[in-house]
């Protein structure tokens, strides 16, 4: 990836790996973001933090056709818990979904939508599948020649 200037890395700030292989259903990652806490939250100050479980795409897929909110398709990927309220809301769109393996993290996938836009309800969050767009983003950082200015 192409900067306008250097990234220092300390204890706050670390790199994340790009996937080339998938993690378990049922394996615990987390979420990150400055969105609300509720749908009727205002947003922290406080960057927040959960723990959430992968789930099954089949589970998932099913899970929202028979709510009839959204199409899970094969390039997205699911996480929480079904009844508990702990995920995404919010103004955490495009925030990472990561899990850790052997002390490295890895970016699994982007926040992009929950129903209702919160995961308050006890329903599934749904993230982009990075490890579906693994090729495609190695692509675009390959072919981006262009330097900052």
Known sequence: MKLQRPIFFDAHVSPIC????DFDDGTKCY???WGRSGPLSSTPDILQETSIPLVAH??????YKQKRV???TSDMRCAGTLGQSR???KGDSGGP???ERDDRWYLMGVTSWAN???MHNGDLGVFSDVLYFRSWIEEVM???TKTAE
């Open 97 to 99: 979904l990561a899990c």
């Open 142 to 144: 390959k072919n981006n």
């Open 31 to 33: 979420v990150t973001g």
């Open 116 to 118: 209702e836009g919160c």
């Open 70 to 72: 959204n199409n899970v």
């Open 58 to 63: 089949r589970v998932c897929q099913l899970y």
């Open 18 to 21: 790009l996937p080339d292989f």
């Open 87 to 89: 995920g995404t809301c």
